[in-house]
């Protein structure tokens, strides 16, 4: 094998290497998942991100907290919570999902579970509601 060829090889193995420690969740293993999930938190309640999920965005609510990932167990300091904007989603209440990110152009749908269930009202929006487009308050 050539120098070129061993040199490619081993920076290819050091970058699938480094890909799967940046994927180790916290009990080690490497099921390819990261370990922070997408969570926010507004008025008392986790909320989580729910994929491919169409919905009409409703009126703001307020200001979520994104809490900062700790994906190392170790205190790096300086970093702190951020805030997204919350907005309402039409036709489901608030303790079971709302919207949010910066503008109601730019949002994504989180909700509360219970263990790994989504709320029954989240559901019935994958389910039965043709999609929508987002729609300004």
């Known amino acids: 094998m050539s120098w070129a060829k061993r ?3 081993v920076l290819l193995t050091a970058v699938v290497t480094a890909s799967a420690a940046a994927c180790t969740s916290e009990d080690g293993s490497t099921d390819g998942t990261a370990s922070c ?6 008025d008392g309640r986790t909320y989580r991100d729910v994929a491919n999920v169409e919905f009409t965005v409703g009126a703001r609510l307020g200001a ?4 900062v ?6 205190d790096e300091g300086g970093e702190s919570a951020t805030t997204e904007t919350a ?7 608030p303790t079971a999902a709302i919207a949010v990110g910066d503008t109601p152009d730019d949002v994504q749908i989180v909700a509360v579970y219970s263990g ?3 709320p029954a009202e989240v559901k019935k929006l994958i389910a039965g509601r043709p999609p929508v487009q987002h729609a300004r308050p």
């Open 116 to 118: 790994n269930e989504l």
């Open 37 to 42: 999930v997408y969570e926010v938190t507004y």
């Open 69 to 74: 990932c700790d994906d190392t167990g170790q």
């Open 7 to 9: 040199s490619a090889s």
């Open 64 to 67: 979520a907290a994104k809490p």
């Open 87 to 93: 907005y309402a989603v039409d036709g489901v209440s």
